[in-house]
C-alpha cells in the first residue's frame, strides 16, 4: 500500500488548547493537502500546501512541510469543541490525478 | 447547491447479491473517484474516472464495478465476488486540469451484509 502514515492516532485534548497532528508520505510530490472527516460524513477539504512551498496558514490552521523529510504537520491553534473530527493527509504525487490518503488522527476536544 | 450527492446513505446485501451504490455530481467535475473506508482507516481507491467513458482500476478493484456513461454519474456496483464488502463507500469529483483543487465529497453510503 502506498498510504501515508499519521501520527498520532489519536489525540485527547482540552478546549483552547493546540493540537499538533503528523503526516509522513512514501513519494515525491505535486502537493499535499488536508482534510477533516466529522463521524459518519464525507469528507471536507481543509488547505493545501504545494511541493515548493514550506508553510501555510489558514485562519486557525498552520500546515508546514518537509520534502527532504516527506513528512507534513497540522497545527490548529485555539481548538475548540466543533473541532473535534478525524484529520487526514492526502499526497497528490507529480505524475497522477489520484490522491493517497494517509491513515487519519482521531481528535476529540473537551470543553 | 452544487454537490455530490450519494444514495442510499444505508445498504445492506445479501449473500450472492450484487448492489449499486449512486454518485451523482452537478460541480461540473470531469474526475470522479471511489473509496473505501474501514472503521478507523484512512481512504482505499477503488476506481476512478477521468473522463466520460473512460475509468481505471485503482488500488482494491477487485469484486466491484463502474461505469461512467454520464458526466454527472459514476455509479459503483458491489459483487458477490467481493466477500468483504461492509464498509463506508465515499464517492469524490474533482477538476482535472488543476492538480491543486481539492476533491470534494459526498456524504457515504454504509454498506452491511445481511
Known amino acids: 500500500s502506498q498510504q501515508g502514515e499519521e501520527d498520532p492516532q489519536a489525540l485527547s485534548i482540552q478546549e483552547g488548547e493546540n493540537a499538533t497532528m503528523n503526516c509522513s508520505y512514501k513519494?515525491?510530490?505535486?502537493?499535499l493537502q488536508w482534510y477533516r472527516q466529522n463521524s459518519g460524513r464525507g469528507l471536507v477539504h481543509l488547505i493545501l500546501?504545494?511541493?515548493?512551498?514550506r508553510e501555510k496558514h489558514s485562519g486557525r490552521l498552520r500546515v508546514t512541510l518537509d520534502t527532504s523529510k516527506k513528512s507534513s504537520s497540522l497545527l490548529i491553534t485555539a481548538s475548540r469543541a466543533a473541532d473535534t473530527a478525524s484529520y487526514f493527509c492526502?499526497?497528490?504525487?507529480?505524475?497522477?490525478?489520484?490522491?493517497?490518503f494517509g491513515t487519519g488522527t482521531r481528535l476529540l476536544v473537551s470543553p | 447547491d452544487g454537490g455530490i450527492t450519494q444514495s442510499p446513505k444505508y445498504l445492506f446485501r445479501k449473500e450472492g447479491q450484487n448492489v449499486t451504490l449512486s454518485c451523482e455530481q452537478n460541480l461540473n467535475h470531469d474526475a470522479m473517484y471511489w473509496y473505501r473506508q474501514d472503521p478507523g482507516q484512512g481512504l482505499r481507491l477503488i476506481y476512478y474516472?477521468?473522463?466520460?467513458?473512460?475509468?481505471q482500476k485503482g488500488d482494491i478493484a477487485e469484486g466491484y464495478s463502474v461505469s461512467r456513461e454520464k458526466k454527472e454519474s459514476f455509479p459503483l456496483t458491489v459483487t458477490s465476488a467481493q466477500k468483504n464488502p461492509t464498509a463506508f463507500y465515499l464517492c469524490?469529483?474533482?477538476?482535472?486540469?488543476?492538480?491543486?483543487?481539492?476533491?470534494?465529497f459526498g456524504d457515504g453510503t454504509r454498506l452491511s451484509i445481511l
Open positions: 513519494t515525491s510530490i505535486n502537493n
Open positions: 500546501i504545494r511541493s515548493n512551498e
Open positions: 469524490a469529483s474533482s477538476a482535472v486540469a488543476d492538480r491543486t483543487q481539492p476533491q470534494h
Open positions: 474516472s477521468q473522463i466520460v467513458n473512460d475509468f
Open positions: 492526502a499526497t497528490r504525487d507529480t505524475g497522477f490525478q489520484k490522491l493517497v
